[in-house]
């Protein structure tokens, strides 16, 4: 498989960490990003000074002062050897790549259990067809919890996390993931957490109006029915 041609940008994130740095730096960070995008490992690539210049188009003093802006500043890690090579991390780039193969794991992990779940139904379902002509078993699909707020975690780890899910929540989740076929499988709910990331509203990038604080949306707010539909519909895209 190719290397996916583009890398999530949050603009109220990049706002709120860069807007009071000077704008050559916020210019070289993007820079610096595309590069770490590009590299074998992603989100981190290690250069030489003069290739840093050429990558950065400034000549190599100017280069060593702006490399040193960014890691004072912490906009990025910056780690550098005894062969007087530097290394440069993107915290939010390495974190996003750990995040999707986690997931990837769990989707595959989720895919191949019912795999074997359905496998087993089939040779109960035959054994009581064969004990039983008039016998109808109706297989319910099971609401994996866990792995949907495991999700919620890895794919939206800005937004607050679940500290409790108790019946009442379980129950409501259940609710949402029995309401249609579609939903049930781990990779709808992927890619409708993916798809509230497109919303700034709820993803607290909405200034909120004087005397009230910044919405920041929640797992359980997300799956009120009411809510849940709003978000389907666009409401807040």
């Known amino acids: 498989m190719g290397k996916n041609p583009a890398f999530q940008f949050y603009p109220g994130d990049w706002s ?17 990003c595309c590069k770490l995008w590009w590299s074998d490992t992603k989100g981190k690539l290690t250069k030489t000074i003069p290739q840093w210049a050429r990558i950065l188009r400034e000549p190599e003093e100017k280069t060593g ?4 802006y960014i890691e004072k500043e912490k906009i990025g ?3 550098r050897d005894s062969n007087g090579n530097v290394t440069i991390e993107s ?9 999707r193969e986690l997931t990837r794991l769990r989707v595959q992990k989720h895919r191949e259990k019912s795999q074997e779940t359905d496998s087993n139904d089939s040779v109960t379902q035959m054994k009581q067809d064969s004990s039983s002509s008039s016998s109808c078993t109706k297989v319910h699909t099971n609401c994996p919890q866990k792995e949907i707020v495991d999700l919620w975690h890895s794919l939206l780890p800005e937004l607050p996390k679940v500290k409790e899910w108790d019946k009442t929540r379980q129950s409501i989740l259940r609710a949402r993931w029995n ?7 781990l990779e709808w709910w992927s890619k409708f957490f993916q798809y509230i990331r497109k919303c700034p509203f709820l993803m607290g990038d909405v200034d909120p109006p004087p005397g009230r604080k910044r919405f920041l949306v929640k797992l359980p707010w997300v799956l009120k029915k009411a809510n849940f539909l709003k978000i389907l519909e666009g409401d807040y895209e």
């Open 65 to 68: 002062l702006i490399l040193g």
């Open 77 to 79: 890690d910056i780690f």
């Open 16 to 32: 709120r960490d860069l807007e009071e740095h000077p704008l050559e730096i916020e210019g070289a960070w993007i820079r610096i």
């Open 179 to 185: 309401e249609n076929t579609e939903r049930q499988n």
């Open 91 to 99: 915290r939010r780039m390495i974190k996003d790549d750990r995040g």
